[in-house]
């Protein structure tokens, strides 16, 4: 009797402590909140970006990129109390490769927006049932200064200058309205 009581005790625990699924509310929450933190992230990553270009060019736009764009991104991560992670199917830097769950994402943003589908935030339990946040990244017209095509967007002198910070560099070849990547955001508990 007290291993039956003490397998269904474990049964319980196990089964109400491992959270699979969210409620519409819930999801919808996590999505707003998900949706600040990447708005307010890509805000300083861009307005930082931008400055760089203005005051040193492309060389200083990259090297800052490279040395300064993860640690903001892990600053930025702190002050939410999450994880945040930029990632793609074509990365630039090499710490950004994508985990086994964002590359399904980026395989599923990227199915759908080939056939015309509105690319809209998802929300995702890990294995640990642990609420993400995923989130497209488009390419827009001024990406294309370094994630363009050779030769057209993207002059040989900039790739240079890519490709001397990034010698593996993959993330160029893109179009505007390209998927680039995505947001990844972990929540650090359920029902935050």
Same mark, same amino acid.
């Given at each position: 009797?007290?291993?039956?009581?003490? #397998?269904?005790?474990?049964?319980?625990?196990?089964?109400? /402590?491992?959270?699979?699924?969210?409620?519409?509310?819930?999801?919808?929450?996590?999505? $707003?909140?998900?949706?600040?933190?990447?708005?307010?992230?890509?805000?300083?990553?861009? /307005?930082?970006?931008?400055?760089?270009?203005?005051?040193?060019?492309?060389?200083?736009?990259? $090297? #800052?990129?490279?040395?300064?764009?993860?640690?903001?991104?892990?600053?930025?991560?702190?002050?939410? $109390?999450?994880?945040?992670?930029?990632?793609?199917?074509?990365?630039?830097?090499?710490?950004?490769?994508?985990?086994?769950?964002?590359?399904?994402?980026?395989?599923?943003?990227?199915?759908?927006?080939?056939?015309?589908?509105?690319? $809209?935030?998802?929300?995702?339990?890990?294995?640990?049932?642990?609420?993400? &946040? &995923?989130?497209?990244?488009?390419?827009?017209?001024?990406?294309?200064?370094?994630?363009?095509?050779? /030769?057209?967007?993207?002059?040989?002198?900039?790739?240079?200058?890519?490709?001397? &910070? &990034?010698?593996?560099?993959?993330?160029? /070849?893109?179009?505007?309205?390209?998927?680039?990547?995505?947001?990844?955001?972990?929540?650090?508990?359920?029902?935050?």
């Amino acid at each position: 009797m007290t291993n039956r009581l003490t #397998f269904f005790s474990l049964l319980f625990i196990l089964l109400t /402590g491992c959270q699979t699924s969210l409620s519409d509310k819930e999801v919808a929450a996590y999505i $707003e909140k998900g949706s600040l933190i990447s708005k307010s992230t890509g805000k300083e990553l861009s /307005g930082t970006l931008t400055s760089k270009m203005k005051s040193g060019g492309i060389s200083e736009a990259v $090297e #800052f990129c490279n040395t300064a764009a993860l640690p903001l991104t892990q600053q930025m991560a702190d002050q939410h $109390e999450v994880l945040i992670k930029r990632t793609s199917l074509k990365t630039r830097n090499p710490l950004n490769k994508p985990t086994d769950n964002e590359l399904a994402i980026l395989k599923e943003f990227q199915a759908d927006l080939d056939k015309g589908i509105s690319l $809209e935030p998802r929300i995702k339990l890990d294995q640990n049932g642990i609420p993400n &946040y &995923y989130a497209p990244i488009l390419i827009e017209k001024k990406c294309l200064n370094c994630h363009g095509t050779l /030769g057209q967007e993207l002059s040989r002198p900039v790739d240079s200058i890519i490709r001397s &910070y &990034y010698p593996n560099d993959m993330a160029t /070849g893109y179009s505007e309205g390209d998927l680039r990547g995505i947001w990844s955001i972990a929540f650090s508990k359920p029902n935050q």
